[in-house]
């Protein structure tokens, strides 16, 4: 160590060179590997990630994901419900321990941020769902004429820099959910409630959108295509990269097409217009018309899914 170093840690015993731990984090898998491998492995911990699109589009159903890869790991998880949506059936069959799981319906912002930042401090992942259900206290007691300019990006923007201490001290994980709304600007197609300062302050921001149909032989709708693009990142990742994820409406993510469409991005897995080809385990080839009638074929043959998924995991 040479003399400017020692002089510097003389006035600033916190400052590190050789030790790294307080800037180390995890990465904790969804298990939905095209979404895995789209922010680089897995939700960081000790960083703030926001899901931001419009309604209805998968937000929830992504965050509550990312509560059961928390649970799976043994991690305490607190879901602060600023809009009452939370649904605690829905989350069960999402594979959410609702029995282990935090959960509170503040009634002012300011409680919802002090139940994350005590959350956080003691290495939780917090979720709040969402931002634009955060009303401040001030408001809360006003009458409904009463809405100072940008009350709540004021709000945000000083709420928010105090929970990064809790996380980046504590490792706990911070996830957030927003709206997307219209702009009335003709420079700006979109915007989020609560201003810029969320975008400056979140490490990743995941944009959420609803895609195409998902339909049953019958044409019936059955879910559609959660669209998933990385709007921002600081921690890895594909920035600006894309993917999409079947989701249906009864059973969630539909895992089999998930990994069929992987596997056509290694060529394990090809199609010729509406014909489908895949080699099984035995070395003989598969061929098929639609691609329902490949993901049949794994549902009737678990045997042949499971090998199927062990080579596309090499």
């Not at 809360?140 to 923007?157: C, G, H, M, T, V």
């Not at 609560?194 to 975008?199: M, T, Y």
């Not at 990742?237 to 079947?246: R, W």
């Not at 018309?289 to 009737?300: A, M, N, R, S, T």
Request: charged share 25%; with cysteine.
């Amino acid at each position: 160590m040479n003399s400017a170093e020692e002089e510097l840690l003389k006035k600033h015993p916190n400052i590190s060179f050789g030790d790294t731990s307080a800037f180390e984090f995890e990465r904790i898998p969804t298990d939905i590997p095209n979404f895995d491998v789209l922010i680089g492995g897995g939700i960081a911990t000790k960083h703030f990630t926001m899901l931001a699109g419009p309604s209805n589009a998968g937000k929830s159903y992504l965050a509550l994901q990312i509560v059961k890869a928390f649970q799976k790991r043994d991690i305490p998880c607190l879901w602060i419900d600023a809009e009452g949506s939370l649904d605690l059936e829905w989350s069960k069959k999402c594979g959410v321990d609702v029995e282990k799981l935090g959960k509170v319906r503040p009634t002012t912002g300011e409680e919802a941020f002090n139940m994350a930042r005590t959350g956080l401090s003691l290495g939780y992942l917090v979720v709040i769902d969402s931002f634009a259900g955060l009303i401040p206290t001030a408001n809360l007691e006003e009458d409904f004429s009463y809405n100072p300019i940008a009350w709540q990006a004021r709000f945000l923007n000083m709420g928010i820099p105090k929970l990064f201490y809790e996380f980046e001290k504590n490792g706990g994980t911070l996830v957030a959910i927003n709206q997307l709304r219209s702009s009335m600007s003709k420079y700006k197609s979109d915007t989020m409630p609560g201003g810029e300062g969320q975008v400056f302050l979140a490490h990743l921001i995941l944009g959420v959108r609803r895609g195409g149909w998902l339909t049953d032989k019958n044409k019936k709708r059955i879910g559609y295509e959660i669209e998933v693009t990385v709007n921002k990142t600081k921690i890895g990742g594909e920035n600006q990269g894309q993917t999409t994820i079947p989701f249906d409406m009864k059973d969630g993510i539909d895992y089999i097409s998930v990994d069929i469409r992987e596997a056509q991005n290694v060529d394990l897995i090809f199609n010729k217009g509406s014909w489908w080809y895949h080699t099984k385990k035995d070395g003989t080839e598969l061929k098929v018309q639609g691609v329902d009638k490949l993901k049949q074929f794994f549902i009737d043959n678990p045997d042949e899914y499971v090998d199927f998924q062990t080579r596309l995991q090499l």
